[in-house]
């Protein structure tokens, strides 16, 4: 029993592979087959309803919980490849619609406020009226995430992300400012490159690919806004981005 089982397991360790090769650019499909291959060869030996799980001894399941993570920032590389790798290639043209950023702003906090509360991290939303912007919802959506992101991973205990929507003239303003480690003056003019880490060692522990401002970046400039950063060491960062109203 236990022969066919680790030979059932294996064939679909090939499966998942297979899927996370389709994922390439160039073989076939897209991100979504990469997350569900490459979690799976550890979601099935931790995931529910496994009994071998609940049998292996404790030192056993540490190993596997911590092939799971691998996993998952693996995932979440190969995801934020695969998207940059698409803005820096010959783009198509942008798909505008009306965009409500006060939705955008609710979803995303709801999304990060489970990873706020791990950090003891508050966030604090400041909104004015600001009437739909054309642009690529699920663009302003990820640059947005992105931005949150960063300023909970690098906040410190019973700090604050404060995100502020506003607008000046015929642009959308957003500002997320946070109470966290803050970017040295000489690291400011690299933090937009492939990889870039301010703080290599926090960054391993905080988990990320490195490619998030970067995204970032190509998101604004594909709306043709701006993108403004302050910083202070110990004292916090803000970053305020400001978007025409018609992309």
Same mark, same amino acid.
């Given at each position: ?34 997350? !569900? ?67 955008? /702003? ?76 803050? $970017? ?34 190509? /998101? ?8 403004? /950063?302050?910083?202070? $060491?110990?004292?916090?960062? !803000? ?9």
């Amino acid at each position: 029993m236990d022969a066919a089982r680790e030979q059932g397991e294996n064939r679909d360790d090939q499966v998942c592979a297979s899927d996370h090769d389709r994922a390439v650019p160039g073989n076939g499909s897209g991100p979504r087959s990469a997350r !569900s291959g490459v979690r799976a060869i550890g979601e099935r030996r931790v995931g529910p309803g496994r009994d071998g799980a609940r049998d292996e001894p404790p030192t056993a399941r540490r190993f596997t919980d911590r092939i799971l993570s691998q996993c998952r920032r693996l995932q979440e590389l190969l995801d934020d490849l695969l998207t940059l790798s698409r803005m820096e290639g010959v783009a198509p043209p942008l798909e505008r619609e009306p965009v409500d950023l006060h939705a955008v /702003i609710r979803h995303s906090v709801d999304l990060l406020a489970p990873a706020a509360r791990d950090k003891q991290v508050a966030i604090r939303v400041e909104e004015e009226p600001v009437p739909p912007l054309f642009g690529d919802a699920d663009g302003l959506e990820r640059l947005l995430l992105n931005l949150l992101d960063n300023a909970i991973k690098y906040n410190r205990p019973e700090g604050e992300v404060t995100l502020r929507l506003s607008q000046c003239g015929g642009e959308a303003v957003l500002e997320v400012s946070d109470t966290g480690i803050g $970017i040295p003056p000489e690291s400011m003019p690299r933090i937009f490159e492939r990889f870039y880490r301010v703080d290599k060692g926090r960054a391993r522990e905080e988990g990320g690919t490195g490619l998030g401002l970067a995204i970032v970046k190509h /998101i604004i400039e594909r709306h043709r806004g701006s993108l403004d /950063i302050r910083s202070t $060491i110990g004292v916090g960062t !803000s970053v305020v981005v400001q978007l025409p109203a018609a992309a």
